[in-house]
């Protein structure tokens, strides 16, 4: 059975800092893996993936992940976090060897920037 | 615009009253899903569908039914609702279920069953 673990539920971290939001998966086969973002009464939009070759992988708003296969982790990064990146933040996985499509959702990380 | 759409955005009901929350998309996906989100527990799947009149159940169908007779429209239906459906319900397409691709995600259903 695929899954993901987001082990804080919350993070903060002061305006101008760099931000890590942490995701671990575990998957039998190869993942595929996603970052979504949720503002207050929104729905998920989609910030970045991996799916296959570059470890590094760059999204929107200046996101980005870094997939580490022998650590099964696939942390979200951003240099300098925004007031506006306050959110909660989603990661979820898909075993791309599994015979089902589901795609699971981790529990989120709620993200305050503080100015 | 490409979208998915929503409705309604709030519904409260009574417990028992058959309610239908409708979900359309206008980007010819192929795949749909109907999710809730609780507190605590993130978001779970209830049905998904990976084309027409093809549906499967996900992690937590239990009091729910779904159609795809449309590749558009994905409805979600609650028969008999009960208070513990009270949640925040999306609904997500994709080019394909294959997982390569993103979803969609519509604003969401805020659901009270008292």
């Known amino acids: 059975a695929q899954s993901v673990a987001q082990p804080e539920d919350q993070v903060n971290v002061a305006e101008g800092n760099p931000l890590t939001v942490k995701c671990t998966y575990s998957v039998s086969g190869n993942p595929y893996l996603f970052w979504y973002v949720q503002y207050p009464n929104r729905g998920l939009q989609f910030l970045l993936k991996y799916i296959t070759g570059d470890n590094l992988v760059k999204g929107s708003y200046g996101f980005e992940a870094e997939f580490n296969k022998s650590q099964t982790s696939f942390h979200l990064k951003k240099p300098s976090a925004l007031v506006s990146d306050s959110a909660l933040y989603f990661c979820a996985v898909r075993d791309s060897g599994a015979g089902s499509y589901q795609l699971t959702f981790g529990k989120g990380t709620k993200l305050s920037v503080i100015p | 615009e490409a979208q998915v759409t929503q409705n309604p955005r709030y519904l409260i009901t009574v417990t028992g009253k058959k309610l239908t929350v409708t979900c359309s998309q206008n980007?010819?996906?192929?795949?749909m899903s109907w999710y809730r989100q609780d507190p605590g527990l993130g978001l779970r799947q209830i049905y998904y569908?990976?084309?027409?009149?093809?549906?499967d159940k996900g992690d937590v169908p239990e009091g729910y039914k779904v159609s795809r007779k449309e590749k558009r429209n994905f409805p979600l239906i609650l028969e008999s609702p009960s208070p513990n459906q009270t949640s925040l319900y999306f609904c997500a397409s994709s080019f394909s279920g294959t997982g390569v691709y993103g979803y969609t995600f519509g604003s969401g259903t805020r659901l009270t069953v008292v």
């Open positions: 569908s990976m084309n027409v009149e093809v549906t």
């Open positions: 980007m010819n996906h192929e795949y």
